[in-house]
């Protein structure tokens, strides 16, 4: 996240006016005739509130605002869901189809102060509308302002919108500073963790970007067990723009993933934004609590799953020095959508926002998109080409992986740095007739190590993206059956020790943190409570009996 400092910055968080509607045929043009009959927090799922819990429809949050009379502003938006329309005095300013993506809207100036700003959002599945998410997704799709909104005062003249720093050598100390718009013949000032600026003019830019080189002398590169974080500051004599950023570098070689030269082996799990009462929504409290809870398992990994993670969460992996795989939206897609221009089209904006909102993170290692989509078939090449591209071009100095459940049917491996499988052997076991199926676990994963040695691709690291059993919270079984509390236990024990001894395996995401909502329909048969139960933890937080095996492994660790 950025600072402004010459920008009057006010949070837009609180209590507003709201309105849910499921009339189908509302449109735009009812925007000024809503009778507002309740309140409502922000930021907030509506669907997660006690009188609209599992309704779909219009949610409208309305409240006033003040931008000085004849003064430009925008709006940042953290995350909206599913999609959105933003309304100031009644006239559409931006609309938002990308559920999880920060993004901003332009107020232009008017010759008054007050203001109403109407945020309308949905939740109805509609593909021709929003073809990111569909009911099919194995998380419920929850609708509402998700996350933190700030207003924004501009400057009069020339504004800093985005900043980016990349490592270009984490022992000298040198960086590649990034920064736009710029014009030729900027005047820039440029300082470091507060120190005194030095000042640079502008002699050509790429586009409307500025790019410069400079060495740090004193520091320290950013890990897990030193998250050493710095400040950049720029400044063009109207606007001032600043960032924090870690000196590191990431690598995969030999199988291996490298940081900072060094070979460190993935512990995790992945991770639903998710709470019964919140849904996406989670304060902040829960979100240090959540990275707690993890570290107390021995976690140095996270994989943000399935969307883009709150800005917050990500600042606090930074500063706990967690590694972090993030993805953009994608689930379980086929070659309709990988065929669909429309599709494609949005996927490469939704990720494009990605790189470009959590581009200084220096806990974010991997990118990634379309988990478990269709990649088993020779149709959706062109779709995964083009975000590999993206993701080449936008943000070279991260890893690029997508996480597979075609394991050895899969057809594009060789685009990716890093090769993740999500493998379920002993809970969708392939011997429906054996009476307890976890000496399945070890043989699969061989199964997958044996095929990317005979493919030629032992050299990129292996992740396990996802693994795991579900378990019921305070079911206990005597004869460890599914669901049971014990049946998790030894499944994961299982899976960490060999995780933990193969020099093959280069990481881990436990599927899952905690459990999650999701079928709400007859998809709900296999999800009992219409639940993902397969959490360490319960929705509550709640450890089951899986989650001190786990810590006793990870903890014992030794690199």
Request: one cysteine or more.
């Given at each position: ?26 449109n ?70 990308a ?34 998410h ?59 963790d ?8 502008v ?39 600043s ?37 996406p ?11 707690q ?15 883009q993670?709150d ?40 990720t ?93 994963i ?8 005979e ?28 669901w ?46 219409s639940f ?28």
């Amino acid at each position: 996240m950025y600072s402004f400092s010459k920008r009057n910055s006010e949070s837009l968080n609180g209590i507003w006016d709201f309105k849910f509607n499921d009339d189908h045929n509302w449109n735009d043009e009812n925007i000024g005739s809503i009778n507002y009959d309740d309140r409502i927090t922000v930021p907030s799922a509506f669907d997660a509130m006690p009188a609209y819990n599992g309704k779909r429809g219009v949610g409208f949050y309305r409240r006033c605002i003040n931008v000085p009379s004849g003064r430009r502003a925008k709006i940042n938006f953290n995350a909206v869901g599913m999609y959105a329309k933003i309304f100031i005095d009644g006239r559409k300013v931006g609309e938002q189809y990308a559920a999880y993506t920060p993004f901003s809207v332009n107020i232009p100036a008017e010759d008054r102060e007050k203001r109403e700003l109407v945020v309308m959002t949905c939740n109805r599945f509609d593909y021709e509308i929003y073809p990111l998410h569909e009911i099919f997704f194995d998380f419920y799709a929850y609708g509402g302002i998700f996350r933190d909104i700030e207003l924004q005062v501009l400057p009069d003249g020339d504004t800093l919108d985005w900043l980016g720093v990349d490592t270009l050598d984490y022992r000298s100390g040198e960086i590649k500073v990034r920064v736009k718009p710029v014009k030729p013949g900027n005047v820039l000032k440029i300082s470091f963790d507060g120190e005194t600026p030095e000042t640079l003019t502008v002699d050509k830019v790429s586009g409307n970007e500025f790019v410069f080189k400079h060495q740090l002398a004193d520091f320290t590169p950013w890990s897990p067990e030193l998250p050493e974080l710095h400040t950049v500051c720029v400044d063009n004599g109207t606007d001032s723009i600043s960032t924090r950023f870690g000196i590191r570098q990431v690598a995969a070689q030999n199988g291996k993933i490298l940081l900072n030269g060094k070979a460190v082996k993935l512990l995790g799990y992945c991770r639903h934004e998710a709470h019964p009462q919140y849904g996406p929504a989670l304060p902040l409290s829960q979100l240090i609590a959540d990275l707690q809870l993890l570290r107390g398992l021995g976690c140095n990994f996270v994989r943000g799953s399935h969307y883009q993670q709150d800005p917050r969460f990500l600042e606090l992996c930074d500063e706990m020095g967690f590694l972090v795989f993030e993805e953009s939206m994608g689930w379980g897609q086929s070659v309709k959508h990988f065929t669909d221009p429309v599709f494609i089209e949005a996927q490469i904006k939704q990720t494009a926002a990605m790189i470009e909102t959590s581009y200084n993170h220096p806990s974010v290692i991997m990118r990634g998109f379309l988990n478990e989509g269709e990649s088993d078939k020779e149709e959706s090449r062109g779709c995964y080409e083009a975000l590999v591209k993206l993701l080449k071009a936008k943000d070279p100095h991260r890893l690029i992986t997508y996480a597979s459940n075609r394991e050895e049917r899969d057809l594009f491996l060789e685009m990716v740095d890093v090769i993740c499988f999500n493998i379920y052997p002993a809970w969708y076991s392939e011997n429906r007739s054996n009476e307890s199926p976890l000496d399945e676990i070890i043989p699969r994963i061989h199964r997958n190590i044996n095929h990317l040695k005979e493919r030629g691709l032992a050299d990129k690291p292996y992740i396990i993206s996802e693994i795991g059993a579900g378990a019921i919270y305070g079911w206990r079984d005597p004869i460890c059956a599914y669901w049971s509390e014990e049946y998790q236990r030894e499944y994961l024990s299982i899976t960490c020790k060999e995780v933990l001894d193969n020099d093959a395996i280069a990481g881990v995401a436990l599927w899952q943190f905690c459990d999650c909502r999701t079928y709400r329909g007859s998809g709900a048969l296999g999800r009992p409570r219409s639940f993902n139960n397969k959490g360490t933890f319960d929705e509550y937080r709640r450890p089951k009996l899986a989650a001190e095996a786990v810590a006793n492994l990870f903890k014992g660790y030794k690199k």
